[in-house]
């Protein structure tokens, strides 16, 4: 994989160009294609997560605009000097290409920069354009997985922000998955979450389609949680540390998607649609249960209990053993030395896991509106989909970084 200084030297002309992008909220929809309802507890507990996890879909969604800061570096070919605002940048003299949209000059860039209020109307159209193309990306990506199995069925409606489609499949389906992915969409993704269907999913039938899950009932006692039971959360809890496996939650959509990618063989609809399904996946974020039982149940006085702390003691390694997530690794190992796990019982050391959260920052692909760095998410996409973000970064970590 390049390094990200080669990559900036590649793509930052184009990063730069943003600058007139987020001067009006632009590429908001690159962050969630469906923004999780502000008002909704789990649109706020999905925000939340990926402020203290760091979720790599929201974060991936940020490093446009993040990498727009500062001088741009010339990339090879014909470049000519271009004036945004305080800074200059070196572009292609022929211009590029907003993927799915269409080929902006050197000419109208600088028009847009001497008028600052036509360049943000011009972006709010590309902008469009471009979201006009990922749906329709959505719509040939759905048509292929609604003829497929009850799993690819409820993905399917849930690309196309359909919950209550989605629910009323899971309602009936046996697929563990199938009924996670809607009811996390019911409870994140706003829209039609509020509907009847939705009402039927419950944390308790997730909980009896697999009992071999602790998710779900860390869930259950997130919410005892939320409504001050502490009777509940020790019930969920003790049943949590009962169970064997700790399932994925990250990354369900965006994997469903890049399994029927042939579907859409225009690059622009495809990442684009990419883009937004990875929106959708952070709007559906469950790894927010684990800083809950780290920065709550498992902390404080309520160590002091013997059950409790023997509860978390269970829990910490295996999560950390099992998941897939860097911001839950993290919080697993860290609730692991607060409960006293046996340094050879953790999976990963709290140094291995701080490199590979730098290596991650390193390696994650610059998003920018070009077909070019839209390739390369699918590509980082498709990695993180096999192996988790957690799997991608400490298989990127160096000779002699810490790992083992």
Request: charged fraction near 20%.
């Amino acid at each position: 994989m390049q390094t990200r200084t080669a990559r900036h030297r590649r793509w930052r002309w184009a990063a730069a160009i943003v600058l007139l992008l987020s001067a009006t909220g632009g590429w908001r929809w690159w962050a969630a294609g469906g923004e999780p309802d502000p008002a909704d507890a789990a649109g706020q507990a999905a925000s939340a997560a990926a402020g203290e996890a760091g979720a790599s879909g929201r974060a991936l969604a940020g490093t446009a605009a993040s990498a727009a800061s500062g001088v741009a570096a010339a990339p090879a070919g014909a470049v000519v000097n271009l004036a945004l605002g305080a800074e200059t940048v070196a572009v292609p003299a022929d211009g590029f290409t907003f993927c799915g949209a269409r080929r902006v000059s050197v000419d109208e860039l600088k028009r847009w920069a001497a008028d600052r209020t036509r360049g943000r109307d011009e972006a709010r159209r590309l902008e469009a354009q471009m979201q006009v193309a990922g749906k329709a990306g959505l719509v040939r990506a759905s048509a292929r997985l609604a003829m497929g199995s009850e799993r690819q069925q409820v993905a399917a409606r849930l690309l196309m922000r359909d919950q209550e489609g989605a629910a009323a499949l899971a309602e009936r389906s046996l697929d563990v998955q199938a009924y996670q992915m809607a009811l996390s969409a019911c409870r994140g993704m706003g829209g039609s979450g509020a509907g009847p269907a939705c009402a039927r999913l419950s944390i308790q039938r997730w909980a009896e389609l697999d009992p071999t899950d602790a998710r779900p009932w860390l869930r259950l006692m997130r919410e005892a949680h939320l409504r001050q039971d502490a009777a509940g959360v020790a019930a969920a809890l003790a049943e949590a540390a009962s169970r064997p496996r700790w399932s994925r939650a990250s990354s369900l959509l965006e994997g469903q998607l890049l399994a029927v990618a042939d579907a859409v063989p225009d690059a622009g609809e495809l990442g684009n649609a990419l883009v937004q399904a990875i929106g959708f996946d952070a709007a559906m974020d469950d790894t927010w249960d684990v800083l809950v039982l780290s920065s709550r149940a498992c902390k404080g006085e309520a160590l002091r209990d013997a059950n409790r702390a023997a509860h978390c003691r269970a829990l910490a390694p295996r999560i950390l053993a099992q998941t897939y997530d860097l911001g839950e690794a993290r919080a697993a190992q860290a609730l692991a030395d607060r409960v006293g796990v046996p340094r050879e019982q953790q999976a990963h050391d709290a140094a291995t896991l701080q490199a590979a959260e730098a290596q991650r920052a390193q390696e994650m692909p610059d998003v920018n509106p070009t077909c070019e760095s839209l390739q390369a998410l699918r590509q980082f996409s498709a990695a993180r989909v096999a192996s988790g973000d957690l799997g991608v970064a400490l298989a990127a970590l160096r000779p002699g970084q810490p790992a083992r």
